[in-house]
Nanobody, 121 residues
């Protein structure tokens, strides 16, 4: 069973929108945070957005703040990333990350395979 299944990537013109989804399998228990990272060619992986699932508190990279919104459905173990006003510099492979345990004691970290987002000018 694949731990994380991502969907929603694709190609869009600048100014467009995409919505990514990340579904964690039932085998992953004790999720306390879900996040999205991205890596563009030749660049290091960077955190895009992170949400604490018990509280719903979200944090964003400055480059996406005001354009991207992360949300989570705890009942479905699914996180979403709504991306609006996309720019060519948002082009990257987006990967989902799920953390289990607590913010003080992390018991696990799971990664999705990644989904390509391409924004053309």
């Amino acid at each position: 069973q694949v731990p994380l299944v991502e969907s929603g990537g694709g190609s869009v013109q600048a100014g467009g929108s995409l919505r990514l989804s990340c579904a964690a399998s039932g085998s992953i228990q004790g999720i306390y945070a879900m996040g999205w990272y991205r890596q563009a060619p030749g660049k290091e992986r960077e955190l895009v957005a992170l949400i604490a699932t018990p509280s719903g508190t979200a944090n964003y990279a400055l480059s996406v703040k005001g354009r991207f919104t992360i949300s989570a459905d705890s009942d479905k173990n699914t996180a979403y990333l709504q991306m609006n006003s996309l720019k060519p510099e948002d082009t990257a492979v987006y990967s989902c990350n799920v953390l289990t345990g607590t913010s003080s004691i992390r018991t696990g970290s799971y990664w999705g395979r990644g989904t390509q987002v391409t924004v053309s000018s």
